[in-house]
Structures are given as structure tokens and as C-alpha cells.
């Protein structure tokens, strides 16, 4: 039977999906509150994992044993590193990799290692999923019926764009232009960074158990970013991904 798990790693990033969850009923456990109940008939878990690789791990490892959950969505927010991305865009990650993974000279940079393996791949048919919703949530107008004139404009986000490529995690958050231009330097094809989806993908990959991981931009990764990442996770995320998660729950 179908157990959906959904997680994003700040209150904020998962306060609107708790609020699509009808029937919904709360477990807490290692100071985490996983909501459970249904989303368009779908039996579905809802969690904060709190921030970073570990923290992300032992949550989705929990979700396997304790929920049983056959898929697993990600939706949080994620710092700029292409400069094509502007704030208010969504990157849905092909390929995750972890940026502070060096076992070197045991193996390559950025393998982890036993897997054998850099990249961790999202699952084709979720992401195909996601894209489609997502591109319901860009039609014409329909952000201005989610966020207010204020919040678009402060943000400047008039015409959102979806990515597909790679996604970069590790324990840092990134607050400068040298480690944004160091990680480019390093993984040019880097969309953008963030603290847990290759985490999220490594046990899913573990587990075999399809995921997918949905990032909105909310500061560029540089010198600006203490500043912007504070305030669209007051004011954008919360609605972003509820829309998001709902949208694809209606293509499921
Ligand atoms: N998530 C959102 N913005 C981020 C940043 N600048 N660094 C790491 N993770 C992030």
C-alpha cells in the first residue's frame, strides 16, 4: 500500500503540507512530530527534519522503518550556484551529490564510500510528476492568487523557472562568493546547494525507495544570503511548497 513520505528541513518548509493533511494525527519521536493522515486519499507522512546530512538521514531512516513509507518527496529551499537561477525558481534535483564527501586518497572526491557511487539519481517517474505540477503552479497568474503583490515584489519574482540538473549537499551553509565559486569551480554543473537531499537520496538508494527532491531558490548562495534565506522562509516557503505538494498529489 502506497505511504508517501514528505519532508522539508525547516517548520516553514512543511507547516503548509501538515495543513493539506486531512484526518491528520501527530507521533513525535528523537525530537522530531511526524504528522500522518491523507492528502487527495493518498496515505501520507509529513516531518521537520531539522537541518543537515544527519539530521535528514535519521529522519528518512525513521520514516522506512516506523511508517512504512513506499516513496519519499523532499521540498525545502536551496542557495543559488548557477547564476542562471534567480530567487523564486525550482530546481528539481536529477542527481544529488555530496560536496563534502573526500574519502581521497581511499577514493575519488565526492564518492561515497561502499556505494561505489558519486551521484544518487532521483526517480524518473516522480520527477516527470513534479515537473507537470509544477508547471501548473507557474501558469498564468496563479502565484499572484498564492503569494501577495508585497511579497512577490520584495523578492522580485515575476516569472519563476523550473530546472532539472544536480543538486549539491553538505554541512555548510553557504554565506560567500568564494564558496559559491569554489563549489562551481569544483561541480560546474551545480544547480544549486542545500544541507540534505544527498543525504535524503543515499538512504533511499539504501532502501530502494523511489525519491525525489524539490528545491526553491531562496538566496544566492553569497555574501546576501543570511539576509534572503531568513526572510522567503518566513514569507514564500511555507505556501510554495504547500502548493508544490498539492499540485503533485493531484497528478498522482
Ligand atoms: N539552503 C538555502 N540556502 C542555502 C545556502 N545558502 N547554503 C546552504 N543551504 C541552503
Same mark, same amino acid.
Given at each position: 500500500?502506497?505511504?508517501?513520505?514528505?519532508?522539508?528541513?525547516?517548520?516553514?518548509?512543511?507547516?503548509?503540507?501538515?495543513?493539506?493533511?486531512?484526518?491528520?494525527?501527530?507521533?513525535?519521536?528523537?525530537?522530531?512530530?511526524?504528522?500522518?493522515?491523507?492528502?487527495?486519499?493518498?496515505?501520507?507522512?509529513?516531518?521537520?527534519?531539522?537541518?543537515?546530512?544527519?539530521?535528514?538521514?535519521?529522519?528518512?531512516?525513521?520514516?522506512?522503518?516506523?511508517?512504512?513509507?513506499?516513496?519519499?518527496?523532499?521540498?525545502?529551499?536551496?542557495?543559488?550556484?548557477?547564476?542562471?537561477?534567480?530567487?523564486?525558481?525550482?530546481?528539481?534535483?536529477?542527481?544529488?551529490?555530496?560536496?563534502?564527501?573526500?574519502?581521497?586518497?581511499?577514493?575519488?572526491?565526492?564518492?561515497?564510500?561502499?556505494?561505489?557511487?558519486?551521484?544518487?539519481?532521483?526517480?524518473?517517474?516522480?520527477? *516527470?510528476? $513534479? @515537473?507537470?505540477?509544477? &508547471?501548473?503552479?507557474?501558469?498564468?497568474?496563479?502565484?499572484? #492568487? !498564492?503569494?501577495?503583490?508585497? =511579497?512577490?515584489?520584495?523578492?522580485?519574482?515575476?516569472?519563476?523557472?523550473?530546472?532539472?540538473?544536480?543538486?549539491?549537499?553538505?554541512?555548510?551553509?553557504?554565506?560567500?562568493?568564494?564558496?559559491?565559486?569554489?563549489?562551481?569551480?569544483?561541480?560546474?554543473?551545480?544547480?544549486?546547494?542545500?544541507?540534505?537531499?544527498? *543525504?535524503? $537520496? @543515499?538512504?533511499?538508494? &539504501?532502501?530502494?525507495?523511489?525519491?525525489?527532491?524539490?528545491? #526553491? !531558490?531562496?538566496?544566492?548562495? =553569497?555574501?546576501?544570503?543570511?539576509?534572503?534565506?531568513?526572510?522567503?522562509?518566513?514569507?514564500?516557503?511555507?505556501?510554495?511548497?504547500?502548493?508544490?505538494?498539492?499540485?503533485?498529489?493531484?497528478?498522482?
Amino acid at each position: 500500500k502506497r505511504m508517501i513520505g514528505i519532508m522539508g528541513a525547516m517548520p516553514e518548509e512543511i507547516e503548509g503540507v501538515v495543513g493539506l493533511l486531512s484526518n491528520c494525527e501527530v507521533r513525535s519521536m528523537g525530537q522530531r512530530s511526524y504528522f500522518t493522515g491523507q492528502i487527495n486519499g493518498i496515505d501520507a507522512v509529513v516531518v521537520f527534519s531539522r537541518w543537515g546530512k544527519v539530521a535528514a538521514a535519521t529522519t528518512v531512516t525513521t520514516l522506512i522503518h516506523e511508517f512504512k513509507i513506499t516513496e519519499l518527496l523532499f521540498t525545502g529551499v536551496a542557495g543559488a550556484i548557477s547564476l542562471d537561477l534567480k530567487i523564486g525558481d525550482i530546481v528539481l534535483g536529477k542527481r544529488l551529490i555530496q560536496h563534502d564527501m573526500d574519502a581521497r586518497p581511499l577514493m575519488k572526491q565526492f564518492e561515497i564510500p561502499l556505494l561505489s557511487k558519486t551521484y544518487l539519481e532521483s526517480d524518473a517517474t516522480h520527477l *516527470a510528476t $513534479a @515537473q507537470k505540477a509544477i &508547471e501548473i503552479v507557474f501558469e498564468n497568474k496563479r502565484l499572484h #492568487t !498564492i503569494f501577495t503583490e508585497e =511579497d512577490l515584489k520584495a523578492f522580485s519574482i515575476s516569472e519563476p523557472r523550473l530546472f532539472m540538473g544536480d543538486i549539491a549537499s553538505g554541512d555548510q551553509f553557504f554565506s560567500s562568493n568564494e564558496q559559491k565559486n569554489n563549489l562551481n569551480a569544483q561541480l560546474p554543473a551545480v544547480l544549486c546547494v542545500e544541507m540534505e537531499g544527498a *543525504a535524503v $537520496a @543515499q538512504v533511499c538508494y &539504501e532502501y530502494e525507495i523511489p525519491f525525489s527532491i524539490i528545491r #526553491t !531558490i531562496s538566496d544566492g548562495a =553569497d555574501a546576501q544570503s543570511h539576509i534572503d534565506f531568513p526572510s522567503f522562509i518566513k514569507k514564500i516557503s511555507s505556501k510554495y511548497a504547500a502548493e508544490i505538494i498539492k499540485n503533485i498529489f493531484l497528478e498522482l
